[in-house]
């Protein structure tokens, strides 16, 4: 066989202690799988259970109380623990040293190290169920958050702690894609995946920090009685919505921006195409990454904020829809006079395109000030939001996984399965989240425990939608599983894909690359 | 449109027509985008892996096109909702007033007569309806739907939000921030009702209290206002309240402020805040903790009585 230093990366160690002190950028991508798809595992099941206990008015199961901490556990969760470092850390760990042509990322002690700080962050806001429990919502609006279960301070300090994952994983990512790129690799050369990881990154170093502050005082608040936000203090409780606002925007952007770099490689790969206006799409993500810092007061149209305040950020915001019109609109060019096949990922992708245009246009909705008064804190947002964090970033996540799954472990998964998952998904994912829309129009509430029993069947329909949803997930569960212990070998490049990640063996050598690629044209030449 | 809630208000129509604008060019696009992805899965099938495809790298004309139409189209849409929202935002200044203090979980309502309600809002139809909005704990959210109008009720500050209903009947009145254990029962209802009812709602008095106005002429006296502001007009200590609310003022250290209700609730709580040109600095006790919400309400109320 092969000399040491060429056994591929799964096998090149043996043993817990060999991954846990693992510099290798692919072995940290999957432990930051695992963490991940552990924490969606039990954020689902919250999901599940808030749908379960809204099925009809009235309590079912869980009294308010319950609810709110399961509600705001369920937000948390999903918000810091799944959707900002899903596609970056897991995926972006995993692709983007390889999709440039390098063997690690700048960084790899600082790498492990954000692991570690991840799990830290994400266990000290576990433990917020332990010591007195949280029912803020994700949101952790004052003065409620200054006044509730002690558990609040645990789950803002471990959002904090884990926000420093974020920003140094965002630090490793642009010195890498500044530095390691292959020789011949040009900015205009690199996969589109990497612009969008690279805008993201960007989000994470600049705004991340805002958010580290205002948790900080809000912790300061708590525990030492500073009055920063307590009206009867004398601190202002709008005030911490500006600083919130001014991550947890961008923060949508950390959560959408990667998964159009997904969607953007998978519809060149299923369509065997050369990419459609490359420089637009690129530079959409660096657009969209520069006016998000731009429009956080539009959460805030009725908050109190002033009119002339709410007119400018309704504009910048509109400005948004520009280069997000421009990718769906370069994607579905690249499709046209291509050579489509419709495997899973592809479904994924184009699930994304479908599910994104509604959650696009709802955005444009809610940034308009008169429809909003109406619409701010119904189900109407829950719906939007809904649609672009899962129906975009989980979608282009499940097909970003299965899309890479061959290239993680050598092994094809069960093709036929993988396309039943899709169905159930997207199905379970509409019947769940339209009927919210209608509610949220006819002005139901978001955070409710309890409605007014005009919105019984609309909450009905949703219920039964969420239970799609859970069995597709479930089922996906067991396709990964059957694809690891018994898929049929992948070979290098079982997709016809182009990016370099496909030109080494499946799963990929220890070193990425036995020889530095020579790069000498853009990342799809499809001729 | 069935699955709007019934419209009530003034607001209602203008609202709706931009909705429906928005909801179709919305359809629109959506079917021109997903349509065409959908054709192009049918029509562009893949047949070998071999096959050769079209190396189409770019088109500057349609890529302007799809940039320049969407932006005309939002750009129109966010005036549009400016201008509507613009009306919601203009406060009538004939208006009925009614305070409203939101609480952990309720609704509290009270007239200029000193009558109080909790968890029912009663208004005459067809005549504008001032609401002002603060909070005694947590933030909360007043919201009708039938009548399009949202705000939130803050504590330590006030907001304000009007309608014209338009049509009797009772409506719903829902709390949209999340304000703890019992968010989803914070719910009241809106009776509007004719102007001769509800001339008879202000004469009935079942509290008979004293007015807001009332209360606060008594707090003028008893907190020791009156030794350095009248309302005559003459300037003493301070600046004297007739005809002070709404007016301009300059303040020192430059720039000047409208004396509304959330200049003289300041101006209560921490006078040092904003002094009026002219007027001593340091001469006025801080009533920040001194006076409940109630009260201060009931100071402002005096104050904008002193026209
Ligand atoms: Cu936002
Ligand atoms: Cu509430």
Known sequence: ?527 | MKYMPLQASTFGEDWDLVWNFVLWSSIISCIILIGGMIYFIFRYQRKTDKDKTAYITHNTFAEFLWSFIPLVVFMGIAAWGWEVYKDMRTFPTDALEVNVTAQKWAWNMTYSNGRTLTGKLVVPVGKPVTILLTSKDVIHSFFIPSFRVKQDAVPGRRSKLWFQATREGNYHLFCTEYCGMNHSGMLGTVSVVAQADFDAFMAENPNAEVSPIELGKQLYQQQACIGCHTTDGKPLVGPSFQGIFGKSVKIKGGGTVTADENYIRESILNPAAKIVEGFPENQMPVYQGALNEDQITALIEFIKAQK
């Open chain 1, 1 to 527: 066989m092969a000399h040491e230093h060429s056994t591929d990366y799964l096998h090149h160690g043996k043993g817990l202690w060999s991954w846990l002190t693992t510099l290798d950028h692919k072995r940290i991508g999957l432990m930051y799988m695992i963490a991940i798809l552990t924490f969606f595992f039990f954020g689902g099941i919250f999901a599940l259970l808030i749908r379960l206990e809204l099925m009809h008015p009235g309590t079912q199961f869980m009294s308010p109380t319950v609810y709110n901490q399961v509600m705001t556990l369920h937000g948390t969760m999903m918000v810091f623990m799944v959707i900002i470092p899903g596609i970056p850390a897991f995926l972006g760990n995993f692709v983007l040293p390889i999709h440039l042509g390098a063997k690690d990322v700048a960084f790899p002690r600082l790498n492990l190290f954000s692991w570690y700080i991840f799990i830290a962050g994400a266990l000290i806001a576990a433990s917020a169920v332990v010591f007195g429990g949280v029912d803020t919502g994700w949101t952790f609006y004052t003065p409620y958050s200054i006044q509730t279960y002690k558990g609040t301070v645990f789950m803002v300090l471990g959002a904090f702690v884990m926000g420093f994952s974020s920003i140094l994983t965002g630090l490793n990512f642009i010195v890498t894609v500044h530095k390691l790129r292959a020789p011949g690799m040009t900015m205009n050369r690199v996969p589109l995946f990497i612009w969008s990881i690279y805008s993201t990154a960007i989000i994470q170093v600049l705004a991340t920090p805002v958010l580290a502050i205002t948790l900080l005082l809000l912790v300061m608040e708590r525990t030492l009685g500073i009055g920063f936000f307590d009206a009867s203090l004398g601190g202002d409780p709008v005030l911490f919505q500006h600083f919130f606002w001014f991550y947890s925007h961008p923060a949508v952007y950390i959560m959408i921006l990667p998964a159009m770099g997904i969607i953007s490689e998978l519809v060149v790969t299923f369509s065997r195409k050369v990419v459609f206006g490359y420089t637009a799409i690129a530079y959409s993500s660096i657009g969209i990454a520069a006016v998000s810092f731009l429009v956080w007061g539009h959460h805030m149209f009725v908050s109190g904020q002033s009119e002339f305040a709410g007119k400018i950020f309704s504009f910048i915001t509109m400005l948004v829809g520009v280069p997000t019109a421009i990718k769906m609109f370069n994607w579905v060019s690249t499709m046209y006079k291509g050579s489509i096949r419709m495997d899973s990922p592809m479904l994924f992708a184009v699930g994304f395109m479908f599910l994104f245009a509604i959650g696009g246009v709802t955005g444009i909705f809610l940034a308009t000030l008169s429809i909003d008064v109406h619409l701010h804190d119904t189900y109407f947002v829950v719906a939007h939001f809904h649609y672009v964090m899962v129906g975009g970033t989980l979608m282009a996540l499940m097909g970003g996984i299965y899309y890479w799954f061959p290239k993680m472990f050598g092994k094809m998964f069960n093709e036929t399965l993988a396309r039943i998952t899709f169905a159930l998904i997207f199905l379970g994912f509409n019947i769940t989240f339209f009927p919210q829309f209608i509610a949220g129009v006819q002005g139901m509430p978001r955070r409710y425990q309890d409605y007014i029993p005009e919105y019984e069947w609309l909450n009905r329909i949703s219920t039964i939608g969420s239970w799609l949803i859970g069995a597709g997930f479930l089922l996906v569960l067991y396709v990964l599983i059957q694809g690891l212990r018994k898929g049929k070998p992948a070979g290098p490049n079982p997709w016809g894909a182009k990016t370099l990640e496909w030109t080494i063996p499946s799963p990929p050598p220890h070193e990425n690359f036995t020889t530095t690629p020579v790069v000498s044209g853009g990342p799809y030449e499809y001729r």
